[in-house]
Nanobody
Framework: QVQLVESGGGLVQPGGSLRLSCTAS????????MSWYRQAPGKERELVAR????????DYVDSVNGRFTISRDNAKNMVYLQMNSLKPEDTAVYYC????????WGQGTQVTVSS
């Protein structure tokens, strides 16, 4: 069964850090570009970060550039999003997305940044 499962979300104070993980099963992420999206209440889902199959190229939305880092471990079939200097406006459900021969979405993990 094909699955993407996100973990690592939670409640954090402004300025804090979280590390999200995305575990894939039923397919090999090495054949896929991987991305993290987020959706805040009342807003459209937006692309946060993406990484090519080999991990050599990454791209970020301007609002997180310099604070977030996407990485991948193809051997473990996992993708990560290190989030530092978190702000209240980073509050959202974060989704893992695989694009390649097919497209797969995870169920999402809630990140709340609040004091």
């Amino acid at each position: 069964q094909v699955q993407l499962v996100e973990s690592g979300g939670g409640l954090v104070q402004p300025g804090g850090s979280l590390r999200l993980s995305c575990t894939a099963s039923g397919f090999f992420i090495s054949n896929y570009a991987m991305s993290w999206y987020r959706q805040a209440p009342g807003k459209e889902r937006e692309l946060v970060a993406r990484i090519v199959r080999t991990g050599t190229i990454t791209d970020y939305v301007d609002s997180v550039n310099g604070r977030f880092t996407i990485s991948r471990d193809n051997a473990k079939n996992m993708v990560y999003l290190q989030m530092n200097s978190l702000k209240p406006e980073d509050t959202a459900v974060y989704y893992c997305f695989a694009s390649g021969p097919r497209r797969y979405w995870g169920q999402g993990t809630q990140v709340t940044v609040s004091s």
